[in-house]
C-alpha cells in the first residue's frame, strides 16, 4: 500500500536527518513569500467530452523555491477540487475536521494527483445525476479561507458537447 | 545455551586479547630504536654499573621470551618498579592515581546517562516536536566540540569570571565536599559529548521500537503510556547503548587525558600525559596496561549484561 | 449462538455464473458497450493509478529508474540533503582559506617554486609582535593576538592546513591497512581471519588517544618521520586501521555469500579479482560513511596531542596547539585567544559529521548511521 | 442490548493525495457469546475497523464519526485511564504477526502475567499461576517449564497460542481477532482455528474475527459481514452466506476460493484492483468490477436491505441483508449465478439456485 510506504519513508527520513530544515526554514521564510512560493494548478486530458465521457483531472502543486515550504490548512483535507463550486462534484458536505494542519513541500517538489470525474453530481447520500450538456468549471483550491485571496487556487473549464 | 556457558565461552576469547595486550605493552620499550635499556634509563648517560643494575632488574640479559614472562610476573604482582625519572614506586603513584580518574570518569558516565537516557527518551516520544528538535541540535553540538575547548570555555566563564570552582586545595582529601564541588566542571566537560551520543543512539532505537507490533500490542493489553515506554520500549532500546558502554568507556579515558590536564586534575591521564613528555618508560608501560586490561575487562562485563538484557544473544 | 454445528461441507459449494458473467462483460467492454463504457473507464484510471502510486515529482523517479547508476544517485540524494551540503559549504570554504592563507612554496637547492602564490593572511603565521601581545580583537587583528604578539587570524588561517591535512592523510593511510586486511580476514575466515582479529582485539583494547599518545616516543626518534607532522599522522593511522577492518570484515562475511560471489568462484575467477572487483565494492559503502566521520575523530585527537603538547613542535600554529597556549592568557582573562582555534575545530568537526551523516543516507538510505558509530569509535 | 454496538462508525487517514476513508459508514453488533466475521480483500478496511474500536489506529488515522458503544458506554468518550481498563480486560485483541506481537527480551509468562497484575489486583504468585493454566488452556504442552521462556524459543504456532492466552488472560468480553493465522503453516493454523473453535463453542467470549480467508470463517463464525471499500456489503449467518450469497462481490470472494476437489484450470477472480478509498467510484462503490452492474448502480448506492422483501434493515442482526440494487428492484438484467452443492458420492446431486430472474 502506497500510504505504508510513505509513512515509512517519512519515518526513515526523520530518524537519520540531522537537522529539520522544514522546520528551520518555515521559521525564518516570510509568510507572503511561502504563499507566493506554492503554485497550484489543474487541467484535464481534454477541453471537449462526449456525454458520460470520464474527466481525467490532473491537480499539481508545486513548491517554486529551493527551500522546503510548509503552508498552514484549515484543515487535514489540505486541499479539494470542485466542479461548478460543488467540492468533489457533491452536494453532500463530507465530515472533515477543521483543525489546522500543514502542507509541507521539500524544495522544489512538484506533488500531482489525480481525479476522475464521471459527468455526476452527487444530489444526496446515495444519489449521484449526470449532468446535462454545457460548460463546467473544474477549480483546485488549498482549504484555506484566504485560499482565492493568497492564490492557492486554480481553475479550468471544460464543455460537454452532445 | 545457558548464560553461564555463554560467559565462559566470552572468557576464553577475552584470555588471548588479555595476553596480547600485555604482550604488546611489554614489547613498547623493544620497538624504541636503540637499546632498551637507554629507554628505561631515560636516554641519559649512566654508569656502567647502574646500566647492569637496570639490566637485571628488567631482565634485559635473558632472552625476550623469558623477558616477557618475567615481566608478565612482576606485572601480575604488580612490581613495576622505580620510575628511572622520578625514583618512585610505579605502583605506589599508579595506586594514588587511579582513584581520582576513578572519580572522575565515574562522575562523568553518571552524568552522560543522567542527561543523555531521559533526554533520549524525550526526544524519541516528542519526535519532530520543538524538544526533539532543540535536543537533536544540542547532540550534535556536543559530539562536535572539543572537549579540551569546552573544558576551556567552562573554566572562563566559572573560575575565571564568576569565581565559583577555584582550584583545589593540594590535601583536600578524594571523598570532601571541595573535591565534589571541584569535580563538576571537569565532569560537565568529560560527560558531555558522552551525553550526546548516549542520546542520539537511544533516540534513533526508540525511534525504531516505537514502530513494531509489539507496542501495539502491549497498548492493546491495557498498560499504562508510561509501562509501555519505560517497560516495555526503553528495554529494548536501551540494548545498542549497552553495545556502547565499552567504547564509552574508552571515550571517556581519552576525554580524561586532556580534561584532567586542563584543570590540574591529579588523575591517570595526567600522568600518563607528563610521563611521556618526560619519557618515563615504566611509567607509560604501567598506565597503558591498566588501561589496557581494564577496557578488556569492561568489555566482557558489557557483553555479558548485553547477554542477561537480551535473551536472544545466547542462543 | 455457539452451538451451532461448524459449516464442514463448504467444500462442496462451487459458484457458477459469476466467473462466466466476467468474461461476458470483459467481452463487452472491449466492444465499447455504452452502458458499461464508463464503469470500464473508471477502472482503467484506477489501475493506473494503483500503478502510479502518487506521483510525487521528484528527481529520484527517474534517477531509480536506472541500474546501475549508484554513484550518481547517491550524489543526487546528497545534493538535496540541506544539512550535509552546508557542511560540505564549510568544508570547501574552510579547505580554500587553507590552502590560500599564505603562498605555498616548493624550494630546492637551487630554485624556489611557488605553487600558490596568493595570501589571505595578512601576516607570517609565525611572526612575532606584529601586533601588541594578548591584543583583544580589533580592526587590524580581527581576531586578536597572542602571548607573543602573533595574529591569530593568520594563525587560524594557516592552522587548518595542519588539521585538514592531517586528517585526510591519516585516515587514508589506515583505510589503506584496514580495508585489505579486513578484506583477507573476511573473505578468507580460518586462521587468517582468526589471527588479523585478535591483533585487531588487542589494539581495540587501548583508547584511540591513549594509543596515540603511548606511540609519539617511539615514533618520534625515527629520523624520517621529521618535524613531528609525520608522527602525529603515522600515530593517528597506526591507531585508526582497526575500526576500518573490523567494519569491511563484517561487510564481506555477508557479501560472500551471495550468489555472484559463489557464482566467480564456481568460474573459477581467482580469489585476488573476486575480492578487488566483487567483494570490495559491495562492502565499501558503509567504510566510506566510517571515513568520513572519522576525519571528524582524528581531527580532534590531532587537535588533543597538540594541545597536549605532543608530536608537532611547540609554536605551530595548529589550532589544538593554539588552544593549549591560550589556556594561560585565559587564566589571566584574556579570552579571544581560545575563542577562535576552538570554534574552528568545532565548526570542521560539525561540517564532517553533516556532511557523514550526509553520505549515509545518500548510499544506504535504511542504515542507521548510529548503529556503525558504535562499532567504530 | 448488544456487547459491542458500533453505529457508523467512520474512520479517515490523511494523506497528500487527500482524505483515505478506511472505514466508512460502518454498523455491526456483536452479542455475548457470539463469533462474528469480518471479511473482505485487503485494503478494505478491516483492520482500521478493528483496530478502532480501541482506539489503537497507527499513524494519521483518526476515527471521525460514528460511536462504538461498549456495554452501553461510547468508547470514543471514555478517559485515558478509562480506556486503559477495558483494553485487555474487557476486549482483548490477538494480533496478526504474533512473533511481532511479543515483547522479545521478556518471558511469554511474564508478558501474561503482566496484563492480569494491571486489571486484577493479583499476587504476582497468583498472575504466576493463572497464566500457567492459560497457557495449559491454550494448548501449550509443559505451561509450567515454558513460562519462563522467550518469544523466540516458541515456534509460530506457539507464539500465536501465547498471544491468544494474553488476550484470554482476563476473561475478555470481546476478542478481537485480526488475521490470527495468517502467515502460518497449514497445519499449524488448523491448531490454531481448533483452539478458537473450542473457544467460541465453550467460553462466553465474543470474537470478532478478522479476515480474507472466506474458508477460516465457515470454520469459525455465527455470523459474517462483509466488507467493501470501507463499507458493509453483506450481513448473513454463516450458512446462509455459503449457501446463498446475495452480493455479487460475496459471489465473487466465495468463487475465487480455493477448494480440496477443485477440477479448474484456474481460479477465477474479481477482476481489477480495489478501489482507492481516496476517490472512492460512486454510487455503488463493487460497479466497476461487477460483472453484473448497469447504469443505474453508477448513480445510485445501495442501502442493505432484505434480499426478499427490499425492505431496509430491522434490528435483528440475524437478517440476511445486502447491499445490491438488485434487491430494491433496480437491475433489470437481475444476478445470474448459481451455488452448486457437490457431493463427493454423486456429483450429479445438485441443488440450483438462480437468483433475479428479469422481473
Known amino acids: 500500500m502506497t500510504r505504508d510506504a510513505r509513512l515509512h519513508e517519512r519515518a526513515t527520513d526523520e530518524r537519520t536527518r540531522t537537522i529539520d530544515w522544514a522546520a528551520l526554514s518555515h521559521a525564518v521564510t516570510p509568510r507572503a513569500l511561502r504563499y507566493r512560493a506554492i503554485d497550484v494548478g489543474v487541467s484535464t486530458d481534454k477541453r471537449r467530452y462526449d456525454p458520460g465521457e470520464p474527466v481525467e483531472i490532473t491537480i499539481t502543486f508545486r513548491n517554486r523555491l529551493p527551500i522546503p515550504i510548509r503552508i498552514r490548512t484549515d484543515s487535514p483535507n489540505y486541499w479539494y477540487w470542485t466542479v461548478d463550486g460543488l467540492r468533489a462534484a457533491s452536494q453532500v458536505p463530507r465530515a472533515v475536521p477543521d483543525r489546522p494542519a500543514a502542507f509541507s513541500f521539500t524544495r522544489r517538489e512538484r506533488k500531482r494527483f489525480q481525479r476522475q470525474w464521471h459527468q455526476r453530481m452527487q444530489v444526496s447520500e446515495d444519489e449521484w445525476q449526470p449532468v446535462d450538456p454545457g460548460t463546467y ?23 460537454i458537447v452532445d | 545455551m545457558s548464560l553461564g556457558r555463554y560467559v565462559g565461552r566470552r572468557l576464553a576469547v577475552t ?25 628505561i634509563v631515560g636516554f641519559r648517560a649512566v654508569s656502567p654499573a647502574t646500566e647492569a643494575a637496570t639490566r637485571a632488574e628488567y631482565h634485559l640479559d635473558q632472552p625476550v621470551w623469558d623477558q616477557y614472562l618475567l615481566w608478565l610476573r612482576d606485572a601480575i604482582t604488580l612490581e613495576f618498579g622505580e620510575s628511572p625519572v622520578t625514583g618512585r614506586d610505579v605502583s605506589a603513584t599508579i595506586g594514588r592515581r587511579l582513584p581520582a580518574t576513578l572519580a572522575l570518569g565515574g562522575a562523568a558516565w553518571l552524568l552522560a546517562l543522567a542527561i543523555g537516557i531521559p533526554a533520549g527518551i524525550v526526544a524519541a516520544v516528542r519526535a519532530g516536536e520543538p524538544a526533539d528538535e532543540v535536543g537533536r541540535l544540542a547532540a550534535l553540538a556536543g559530539i562536535a566540540t572539543p572537549n579540551f575547548w569546552l573544558g576551556l570555555i567552562l573554566l572562563f566563564v566559572f573560575s575565571v569570571r564568576l569565581g565559583w570552582f577555584r582550584v583545589l586545595p593540594p590535601d583536600a582529601p578524594l571523598v570532601s565536599l571541595a573535591t565534589a564541588k571541584f569535580l563538576v566542571l571537569p565532569t560537565i566537560t568529560l560527560g558531555t559529548a558522552s551525553a550526546a551520543l548516549v542520546m542520539r543512539l537511544l533516540r534513533s532505537s526508540m525511534r525504531r521500537e516505537l514502530d513494531a507490533t509489539y507496542v501495539t500490542a502491549a497498548r492493546a493489553k491495557g498498560l499504562p503510556e508510561r509501562t509501555v515506554i519505560l517497560k516495555h520500549v526503553l528495554r529494548n532500546a536501551v540494548l545498542p547503548v549497552v553495545t556502547v558502554a565499552g567504547l564509552q568507556l574508552a571515550f ?52 555479558i549484561v548485553y547477554a542477561i538484557l537480551d535473551p536472544r544473544i545466547r542462543y | 449462538m455457539s452451538d451451532r454445528q461448524p459449516t464442514t461441507d463448504r467444500g462442496r459449494i462451487r459458484i457458477v455464473g459469476f466467473d462466466e458473467a466476467t468474461e461476458q462483460k470483459r467481452d463487452s467492454d472491449a466492444s465499447s458497450d455504452a452502458a458499461d463504457a464508463d464503469g470500464a473507464a473508471a477502472d482503467q484510471s484506477i489501475a493506473s493509478r494503483a500503478a502510479t502510486g502518487i506521483e510525487s515529482t521528484t528527481a529520484s523517479t527517474s534517477a531509480l529508474a536506472q541500474p546501475g547508476r549508484r554513484l550518481e544517485n547517491a550524489w543526487r540524494r546528497f545534493r538535496r540533503n540541506r544539512s550535509a551540503m552546508a557542511g560540505l559549504a564549510v568544508l570547501i570554504v574552510m579547505t580554500v582559506l587553507a590552502v590560500f592563507a599564505r603562498p605555498i612554496t616548493v624550494a630546492t637547492a637551487e630554485v624556489t617554486v611557488t605553487l600558490q602564490p596568493f595570501s589571505l593572511a ?17 580592526p587590524a587583528h580581527p581576531f586578536g593576538t597572542d602571548w607573543a604578539g602573533r595574529d591569530q587570524f593568520s594563525r587560524v588561517l594557516v592552522g587548518g592546513r595542519y588539521t585538514l591535512s592531517i586528517g585526510l592523510v591519516a585516515v587514508g593511510l589506515a583505510l589503506c591497512v584496514g580495508v585489505p586486511l579486513g578484506a583477507i580476514a573476511g573473505y578468507f575466515g580460518g586462521w587468517i581471519d582468526e589471527a588479523i582479529m585478535r591483533v585487531v582485539d588487542v589494539l581495540y583494547a587501548f583508547p584511540f588517544l591513549v594509543l596515540a599518545i603511548a606511540i609519539v616516543p617511539i615514533l618520534e626518534p625515527v629520523p624520517i618521520l621529521g618535524s613531528g607532522y609525520w608522527t602525529v599522522v603515522v600515530a593517528l593511522a597506526v591507531t585508526g586501521w582497526v575500526g576500518y577492518a573490523r567494519l569491511i570484515r563484517g561487510e564481506v562475511l555477508s557479501v560472500r555469500e551471495r550468489e555472484y560471489v559463489t557464482a566467480a568462484r564456481a568460474l573459477g575467477v581467482p580469489d585476488r579479482t573476486i575480492i578487488r572487483r566483487h567483494v570490495v565494492p559491495n562492502a565499501i559503502a558503509p567504510v566510506v560513511v566510517q571515513a568520513t566521520l572519522n576525519i571528524g575523530t582524528v581531527v580532534l585527537t590531532a587537535a588533543a596531542l597538540g594541545f597536549l603538547g605532543l608530536g608537532l613542535e611547540p609554536g605551530s600554529a595548529e589550532w589544538g596547539a593554539m588552544l593549549a597556549q591560550g589556556r594561560s592568557s585565559l587564566l589571566r582573562g584574556d579570552w579571544h585567544v581560545t575563542v577562535f582555534p576552538g570554534l574552528a575545530i568545532f565548526l570542521f ?29 | 442490548m448488544a456487547l459491542l454496538e458500533v453505529e457508523d462508525l467512520v474512520v479517515q487517514y490523511y494523506t497528500d493525495d487527500g482524505v483515505v476513508r478506511a472505514v466508512d459508514g460502518l454498523s455491526y453488533e456483536i452479542r455475548a457469546g457470539e463469533t462474528v466475521g469480518l471479511v473482505g480483500e485487503s485494503g478494505a478496511g478491516k483492520s482500521a475497523a478493528s483496530r478502532a474500536v480501541l482506539r489503537l489506529l497507527d499513524g494519521t488515522g483518526e476515527i471521525v464519526g460514528g460511536e462504538i458503544r461498549f456495554r452501553g458506554r461510547d468508547i470514543r468518550e471514555l478517559s485515558a485511564d478509562d480506556l486503559q481498563a477495558i483494553r485487555g480486560n474487557e476486549i482483548a485483541m490477538v494480533f496478526q504477526d504474533a512473533g511481532a506481537a511479543l515483547n522479545p527480551v521478556y518471558t511469554v509468562g511474564e508478558q501474561i502475567a503482566e496484563t492480569i497484575r494491571v486489571h486484577e489486583d493479583a499476587s504476582d504468585g497468583e498472575a504466576r499461576n493463572r497464566t500457567i493454566a492459560l497457557l495449559d488452556r491454550v494448548g501449550i504442552p509443559n505451561p509450567a517449564a515454558r513460562y519462563a521462556d522467550y518469544p523466540h524459543e516458541f515456534s509460530g504456532g506457539m507464539q ?9 488472560s482476563c476473561d475478555p468480553a470481546v476478542l478481537i481477532c485480526d488475521e490470527p493465522t495468517t502467515g502460518l503453516d497449514v497445519t499449524v493454523q488448523a491448531g490454531i482455528l481448533e483452539l478458537l473453535a473450542e473457544l467460541a463453542a465453550k467460553s462466553e467470549t465474543a470474537i470478532q474475527l478478522v479476515t480474507h480467508d472466506l474458508g477460516v470463517v465457515a470454520e469459525l463464525c455465527d455470523r459474517v459481514l462483509v466488507q467493501y471499500a470501507g463499507e458493509i456489503v453483506e450481513r448473513a449467518p454463516v450458512d446462509e452466506l455459503y449457501y446463498d450469497p446475495k452480493h455479487p462481490y460475496t459471489v465473487g470472494l466465495l468463487a475465487a476460493t480455493p477448494r480440496l476437489d477443485d477440477d479448474r484450470e484456474r481460479l477465477p477472480t474479481i477482476p481489477r484492483p480495489a478501489p482507492d478509498l481516496v476517490d472512492p467510484p460512486t454510487g455503488c462503490r463493487f460497479h466497476p ?56 458420492a454423486d456429483s450429479n446431486c445438485r441443488e440450483r439456485k438462480q437468483q433475479g430472474e428479469p422481473r
Open chain 1, 137 to 159: 468549471t473544474l477549480a483546485v483550491s488549498l482549504t484555506r479561507s484566504d485560499a482565492a485571496a493568497r492564490g492557492l487556487i486554480d481553475h479550468t473549464t471544460i464543455e
Open chain 2, 15 to 39: 584470555v588471548p586479547v588479555l595476553f596480547g595486550v600485555t604482550a604488546l605493552t611489554f614489547s613498547f620499550v623493544h620497538l624504541l630504536p636503540g637499546d632498551a635499556v637507554d629507554a
Open chain 2, 252 to 303: 571517556l579515558v581519552d576525554g580524561a587525558v586532556v580534561v584532567e590536564g586542563i584543570f590540574s586534575w591529579p588523575g591517570m591521564g595526567r600522568l600518563l600525559v607528563q610521563s611521556v613528555l618526560q619519557r618515563d618508560y615504566p611509567v607509560i608501560q604501567a598506565i597503558v596496561l591498566v588501561i589496557g586490561i581494564a577496557i578488556v575487562l569492561a568489555n566482557l562485563l558489557v557483553d
Open chain 3, 122 to 138: 595578512p601576516s607570517d603565521p609565525a611572526a612575532m609582535f606584529v601586533g601588541p601581545p594578548n591584543a583583544s580583537p580589533s
Open chain 3, 349 to 377: 568537526v560539525l561540517a564532517i559529521n553533516l556532511v557523514g551523516d550526509g553520505i549515509n543516507d545518500a548510499l544506504e538510505p535504511n542504515r542507521d548511521v548510529d548503529d556503525d558509530r558504535r562499532r567504530m569509535r
Open chain 4, 160 to 168: 500465536q497460542r501465547a498471544v491468544i492466552a494474553m488476550a484470554l
Open chain 4, 289 to 344: 468490477r461487477c460483472p453484473y452492474a448497469e447504469d443505474c448502480c453508477a448513480s445510485r448506492r445501495p442501502s442493505l436491505v432484505d434480499p426478499v422483501s427490499g425492505r431496509p434493515v430491522d434490528g435483528d442482526p440475524e437478517t440476511h441483508v445486502a447491499a445490491c440494487l438488485e434487491y430494491t428492484g433496480d437491475l433489470e438484467a437481475g444476478l445470474d449465478y448459481e451455488v452448486q452443492i457437490r457431493d463427493d
